[in-house]
């Protein structure tokens, strides 16, 4: 930091003493909040891999499922880490307990009807069909097509995690999109806090020592969970964003030329009392 802050400084009095005034404030700004962001994500995930499911893990248990995102190309427009900067409005309420439900609701009918415009709940399904069934749970068979709006509330209540990486998944099938390194790094960082949070649960149930350890890891685990999926939720509503504006603009299908009226015929007004046209009248 002290070897960046010098040569900032250095940089800055070389272009205000080349009269250069705008140039040294853009640079100072850009300077400090793409390195303060770098930073702090570099600070939180540094311990974790970015790099996508290998061969082995997509080959053993249930990792086949999620062989093809490995396979996609294309990107998001923006990864989950630049989310809070680029969408901050949706990344700030996505991530509020109070307002999650509401969102997670919104969020899944407005990704549905993007990939299917005007279909509504008609292709709603609990986690979207992508959580294999298990026990007494079977998405298709929950209601979905009597009750959407009840059973994804149920959803966002019982499942939050699925529910936001379904909606994500969603996406993802439908423009062949796959994750970034910095992407990866935070769900790995999520991922990580939640089992850390309940291995300290399990530990404090044979061991009152460990009751206040748990209890501080699990508020962490919490505001990572919170912060993680109010990152994912922009990221999906950038896109929609994206892919909309892209649409209405190149890939919308056009209605064609508007069609012809004939213009209203011309009527002339004749003043009271004035004796017609002989020529008119004879015509």
């Known amino acids: 930091c002290l070897l960046y802050g010098t040569h900032k400084r250095r940089r800055e009095r070389t272009l205000l003493r080349d009269g ?16 303060s962001q770098r930073m ?17 893990e997509v080959e053993k248990g249930r990792g ?8 996609y190309v294309n990107k998001f427009q923006i990864s989950m880490g630049d989310a809070p900067c680029k ?19 919104h969020m899944r009918y407005k990704v549905l009807n993007h990939v299917a415009p005007g279909s ?23 209601c979905e097509k009597e ?32 994750a970034d390194e910095g992407d990866n790094r935070l769900i790995r960082f999520n991922n990580c806090m939640q089992l850390l949070s309940c291995i300290c649960h399990i530990l404090a149930l ?28 922009a990221q999906v509503n950038y896109e929609i964003k994206y892919r909309d504006a892209l ?4 890939g919308g299908v056009s209605a064609g030329p508007p069609p012809y009226h004939a213009p209203p015929p011309t009527v002339v007004a004749v003043p009271a009392g004035a004796p017609p046209d002989n020529e008119a009248m004879a015509r």
Request: hydrophobic share 35%.
């Open 147 to 178: 009750l959407p709006r009840t059973c994804a509330c149920c959803e966002i209540v019982c499942c939050p995690g699925l529910v936001v990486s379904s909606t994500r998944f969603v996406m993802m099938d439908h423009y062949e999109l796959t």
């Open 206 to 233: 044979f061991n009152r020592d460990f009751q206040q350890l748990a209890a501080l890891i699990d508020l962490i685990a919490d505001i990572v969970f919170f912060t993680t999926a109010g990152c994912m939720t």
């Open 247 to 250: 649409g209405g603009a190149h």
């Open 64 to 71: 086949s499922r999620y062989a093809k995102y490995v396979n």
């Open 40 to 56: 702090a994500c570099n600070a939180l995930c540094c311990c974790f891999s970015g790099e996508p499911l290998s061969q082995d």
């Open 120 to 142: 509504g709940w008609d292709n709603y399904l609990c986690c979207q069909g992508y959580i294999p069934p298990c026990c007494c749970f079977a998405p298709g068979s929950c």
């Open 20 to 35: 250069g005034r705008k140039e040294a404030r853009a640079f100072v700004c850009c300077g400090v909040v793409g390195r």
């Open 87 to 105: 969408e901050c409005p949706c990344c700030l309420v996505a991530c509020c307990p109070l307002s999650f439900i509401c969102v997670q609701h």
